[in-house]
C-alpha cells in the first residue's frame, strides 16, 4: 500500500450465484474506492468473485467464508434458483463476525443479501454499514406467483424493515425506489439517497445514423421477472401482421424456462443467442432494446442500450426503470402485444430519431460515469452526520 493511502478498511459484501447485474456494480464500486484512498476488502462467500480479480485494482484483498468444493457445488441444480446462497450466507454469520473483529472495517458496503453482514455487526457498528439496493426487490411490485413465493416476499420485507433501518444508510438507484423505501417503512428518510452505479468511464458510442429498425432485442435473464414471455407473444403478433421485423433473445436460463419460451413463440419467431459478451459488438444492426420487465431499478440494459446508441422501448410497470425514459428519451407503451407492435413502428416514422438517442447518451454520461459516482461516495462515506 502507497505511503499516501487513507489507511481506512472498506469491506464489501456481496454474494450472489449466476450471472447477475450486481457484480458489476459492485466491481465498479471497489475500483472507485480504491481510486479515492481506501482500504478495499471483498468478502465472499465460497469463489463467486475469483472469475473477476482481473479486472480489479492489484491491491485489491479477498477473504472467503467457505472453500469447501462440497459448497461451491452446492445450489447447481435450477430448482434451488440461487436460494442455497440465502442458507449458506446465514450459515457464515459467525464467520463474517469474526472476520470483521480482526479486520476492524472503518465502513461496510452490501448490495444482495445485506441482512447476514447486519446479524453480523455488533449493534453499535451496524451504523457503519451502507446498504445498496441492486435490484428493485419483487415485494416492491408484485407481479403474482404462487403462495410460497408471497410467503418468500413477507420474510424478505420483513427482514428489510426489522433490519435496515439500523444501518447507516441505503442507497438506491432511482428515485422511485427511495420513496418506495420510505414509505413501506422500511427506513426513514435521512438514510436513503440517491446514488447511481458507475457503468462507464470511456466516451459513449458514436450515434447510429440509421432511423429503420428491423431487429427487436431482449437483454437478460429469461426468468418471471423479465416476463420473456410478452415478448415471445409480440414475436408471434409481428409475424402474423407480416411486420419485417426480427426477434432475438440474448440471455440465459433454465432449460425449461427456455423451452417454454420457445413453445410460446412457437418455432422460427425467435433467436436465442444466450449469454454472450462483449454484448453490445454481437447485437444485430439496426436493433430497438424491448424492455418488458416486470421490475428493474434502474435496469442496467437500459442504461447501456442509451451508451451504445441503441433505442428503447419498455413496457409501463410501476417500478423505477421507467424514469430512464422520461423527458423523450425513449418509448414507453401498455403491456400488450399490440401496443408494443404500434411503438416499435412508431419509432420507424420519428423524425427526431437522432434527438432521442442523443438525450439518453446525455443523460447517462451525466448519471453513471465514474466521476460523479466517485464524488457521491466520497461525500456519503464523510458525512458523519450520516452514520
Not at 72 to 84: I, M, P, Q, T, Y
Not at 287 to 300: F, K, M, N, Q, V
Request: charged residues 25%; hydrophobic residues 40%; glycine residues 6%.
Amino acid at each position: 500500500m502507497s505511503a499516501d493511502r487513507v489507511k481506512r478498511t472498506v469491506l464489501i459484501w456481496s454474494p450472489f450465484r449466476g450471472r447477475v447485474g450486481t457484480p458489476a456494480a459492485m466491481l465498479s464500486y471497489a475500483n472507485a474506492l480504491m481510486d479515492l484512498g481506501y482500504d478495499v476488502l471483498i468478502v465472499q462467500l465460497v469463489d463467486e468473485w475469483e472469475p473477476y480479480k482481473d479486472e480489479l485494482h492489484p491491491e485489491i484483498r479477498m477473504a472467503s467464508l467457505f472453500r469447501s468444493r462440497t459448497l461451491r457445488r452446492f445450489g447447481a441444480s435450477n430448482w434451488l434458483r440461487r436460494r442455497d446462497y440465502y442458507l449458506l450466507s446465514f450459515l457464515g454469520v459467525r464467520r463474517l463476525r469474526r472476520l470483521m473483529d480482526r479486520e476492524k472495517p472503518w465502513r461496510m458496503i452490501t448490495a444482495l443479501l445485506a441482512v447476514p453482514l447486519i446479524l453480523a455487526c455488533p449493534p453499535k457498528a451496524r451504523g457503519q454499514i451502507v446498504v445498496s439496493v441492486q435490484g428493485f426487490p419483487k415485494f416492491l411490485a408484485k407481479s403474482g406467483g404462487g403462495a410460497y413465493y408471497k410467503v418468500e416476499d413477507s420474510i424478505r420485507l420483513w427482514m428489510w424493515r426489522r433490519f435496515y433501518g439500523a444501518c447507516g444508510h441505503v442507497i438506491t438507484m432511482t428515485e422511485y425506489t427511495r420513496q418506495k423505501l420510505i414509505s413501506m417503512g422500511v427506513v426513514p428518510s435521512h438514510k436513503v439517497r440517491c446514488i447511481s452505479n458507475p457503468l462507464f468511464q470511456t466516451q459513449p458510442a458514436k450515434l447510429p445514423q440509421t432511423s429503420v429498425f428491423s431487429n427487436v432485442i431482449y437483454v437478460g435473464r429469461v426468468t418471471e421477472q423479465k416476463d420473456p414471455g410478452l415478448f415471445a407473444d409480440a414475436a408471434r403478433e409481428a409475424h402474423k401482421l407480416g411486420l419485417p421485423l426480427n426477434f432475438h433473445v440474448f440471455g440465459e436460463g433454465t432449460n425449461a424456462d427456455i423451452a417454454k419460451l420457445r413453445e410460446r413463440a412457437a418455432p422460427g419467431f425467435l433467436t436465442f443467442h444466450g449469454h454472450v459478451e462483449p454484448l453490445w459488438e454481437r447485437i444485430p444492426e439496426n436493433a430497438i432494446l424491448l424492455c418488458t420487465s416486470r421490475w428493474e431499478d434502474p435496469g442496467h440494459m437500459i442504461v447501456e442500450a442509451m451508451w451504445h446508441g441503441v433505442p428503447v422501448v419498455a413496457v409501463e410497470r410501476q417500478s423505477g426503470h421507467l424514469e430512464l425514459l422520461d423527458e423523450g428519451r425513449g418509448l414507453t407503451c401498455s403491456p400488450t402485444p399490440e401496443a408494443i407492435l404500434q411503438t416499435l413502428t412508431r419509432f420507424q416514422h420519428r423524425s427526431d430519431i437522432n434527438n432521442i438517442l442523443a438525450a439518453a447518451q446525455s443523460y447517462v454520461s451525466r448519471r453513471f460515469t465514474s466521476d460523479s459516482f466517485r464524488y457521491a461516495v466520497k461525500e456519503l462515506l464523510n458525512d458523519k452526520s450520516s452514520f
